[in-house]
Structures are given as structure tokens and as C-alpha cells.
């Protein structure tokens, strides 16, 4: 008698490839992704195809995180270090050879433009908790040097090109590892304190400093603007106080529950600068108000709480310490971006995770998730 074989069925197929992920983590980003949809139909309904490109863009970071999520994390180990080779070589390729767009050189045709500084998004963390995982048992004070140093050469060339807003995502995720890792309190504390000092300094001699012949050291003149208008917007109401004082009327005027989808005045008049990318939270406030901002709010920290779980469930230095980078830095993303648009923080363009349009951005958003997703995974196929 012959031998029966049945063809595995197509779910039987796909199913080693989907099971194991976590649900919650795919949840969260889920809703915020269709919060994500539903502004940028409204915001940028003069955009022609704004809404189209965003979809595409987030089905593109889906893809991505569904490839990433299958690479177990011994093997994202082993990228680590290429990725941040070549990362830093294509920054320096960029100060050498790149393409200047408005006074800012970020950008490298290697066949297609690209970003460059958009890998070290990923590659640092990734680094820095491969060096610490390498160095688990036998850490010294040295070991936080050489990782302050690997660190440090990415943002100054990213500050250079330049761009603040990446060189801020840049240092924050490098500076999540490093403090996981376990730099002491001691030295934490006084540069808090520095910090804390040298931000009063500048509020409270903001008239003396501001003036147009002062000159800042280390930053350029366009901004020291940024620092003096988000201290008075109103000293140039039309200029550069305009994006914060106009997303600041946006958010207040939204109210309790909001003016109604597609019924945002200041968004549709176009008194929103940007409001498909760093502002589109403001043009969220105004359509869906206090409730809608608390919802985004709340999505945002269910997102970080679940991202910290996984982070204190890894097995292992490497995927604890690239974890918990990770999802800080979905953290810095919202507050700084939330922060600027409600005039709290400087403008330095940084966009509103799975909100705000744009490739890269999106693609990055897909890593991160990606690797959450492989780190959570595997700790479930273990378990099972």
C-alpha cells in the first residue's frame, strides 16, 4: 500500500511564522497606527496623496517588523557591529560626499538617497548592548568610557550635518543602554543637576542672552532661535515663534472633546505649519480634543509599560539592555515631539511615532518593533 502524503495547508505553513508574537505590543501599535490613519485623512486631506503614501508607508514597517521579528537574537547580536560599521562609514561618507538640502548635508545617493544618520537609530543601541553584553561580569569604569566614546562619534556627525532632532533620538537610545547597564548614580545625578541649572540660567536671563548680537557657543544661530522663541514666541510672532504659537491655539482650542473629525479650523485655514508631520499632533488636539489627546496618551504608555516587561523578562544582557533602548526610545519620540508642539520643548523636528508621515521614520518605527517582537518571541518559544 502506497504512502499518503498531505500537503500541508497555507495556515499550517504561515503559522511558525506568526505565532509566538506578543499580542498586546501588536495591539497598541495597532490602534495607535489607525489613530495614525484617521489624522493623516484629515490633516492632510490638501495633500492629494498623503493618506495613500502613509498607508503604504506603515504596511512597509509592517513588513519589516514581520521579517525582523523572525531573526532570533543571537543573530541581531551578530549584526551589531557591522551595522554600526557601516552606519558610521555612510555618516562620514555623508560629511565627505553628501547632498545638501537647505543648508543641511544628511543626505547620500549610493544609486537611491538615503539617510544615513536613520541606521544609527537602531545600530547604536544595538552596539552598546552588544559591548556590555560582551563585557557582563568583569564591567569597569573603563567599559562606560569606551561605550560613551562609540557613542559620541555617530552624534557629532549627525550634529554637523545638521540635524538636532536625530542627533537627540541618536544620544537618548545610547544613553538608555548605558544607564541599564548600570552607570552609577554618582555621575548621573550631577549632570541632572547641571542640566537643571544651566536650563534656569537661560529662563532667567533670557532678555540678556537673546539679544541678536549674543552669540551661543557650540550652537548655530538658527538655534539659539529655537531656545529664545519657545521662551517668548511672541518676540516674532510671523517668524520663528509661528509653528508654537499657532500649536499652541491648535491643542487649546480643541477644548474638552474636540471641533470633530475633518471639522479643525486651524487645520484646514493651514494656519498649522506642518501639520502632516512634526504638528500633527496638534491637529489631532483640535479635531478630537482633551479625550482624544489622553487616549494618545495612554496608547503611547500602554506601548512603553509593554515594551519594559519584555525588557525585564530577556534572558540575556544583549536583549534586556537593547529592549528597554528600544522602547525609551518610543518614549522620546512622543514626549519630545508632544512636548515641542505644546511649547514646552525647543522645535527640533522630531515626528509623532506612527502618527506623523514619513518613510524613514516608519521604517525605523518597524525595526524597533521588529526587534521587541524577536526578543519577546523567543522568550515564548522557550518558555514553550
Known sequence: MSAVFEQPSLWQRVRPMV??????????????AAA?????????????????????????ALLIMLVVAQI?????????????????????????????????TRWLNVGVVIQPSEV???????MLAWWFQKREGRLQATDFIIAGLLLLVPVGLVVKQPDLGTAILILSAGLYVIFFAGLSWKLIVPVLVLGL?????????????????MKWPLL?????????????????????????????????????????????????????PERTTDFIFAAFAEEFGLVGAAGLLI?????????????AEAPT??????????????????????????????????????ISYGGTAMVSLGLGLGLLMSIARSRTLMQS
Open 19 to 32: 505565532g509566538g508574537f506578543d499580542g498586546m505590543l501588536i495591539g497598541v501599535a495597532a490602534l495607535l
Open 36 to 60: 495614525g490613519l484617521v489624522t493623516m485623512y484629515s490633516a492632510g486631506f490638501d495633500h492629494g496623496t498623503r493618506f495613500v503614501d502613509h498607508g503604504r508607508n506603515m504596511l512597509i
Open 72 to 104: 532570533p537574537p543571537q543573530k541581531l547580536m551578530g549584526l551589531a557591529v557591522p551595522l554600526y560599521t557601516v552606519g558610521v562609514a555612510l555618516l562620514v561618507a555623508t560629511a565627505l560626499f553628501g547632498i545638501t538640502k537647505k543648508g543641511a
Open 120 to 126: 544609527l537609530k537602531i545600530a547604536m543601541p544595538m
Open 197 to 213: 541649572a544651566a536650563i534656569a540660567a537661560i529662563v532667567i536671563s533670557a532678555d540678556a542672552i537673546c539679544q541678536p548680537d
Open 220 to 272: 548655530r544661530e538658527y538655534q539659539k532661535h529655537r531656545v529664545c522663541t519657545l521662551l517668548d514666541p511672541t518676540t516674532d510672532p510671523l517668524g520663528k515663534g509661528f509653528h508654537i504659537i499657532q500649536g499652541m491655539i491648535a491643542i487649546g482650542s480643541g477644548g474638552l472633546a474636540g471641533k470633530g473629525f475633518m471639522n479643525g479650523t486651524q487645520t484646514h485655514l493651514e494656519f498649522i
Open 299 to 311: 496608547g503611547f504608555t500602554l506601548l512603553i509599560l509593554r515594551g519594559l516587561m519584555i525588557a
Open 317 to 354: 544582557v544583549f536583549t534586556r539592555l537593547l529592549a528597554g533602548a528600544v522602547t525609551l526610545s518610543f518614549f522620546t519620540y512622543a514626549f519630545v515631539n508632544m512636548g515641542m508642539v505644546s511649547g514646552v520643548l525647543p522645535v527640533v523636528g522630531i515626528p509623532l511615532p506612527f
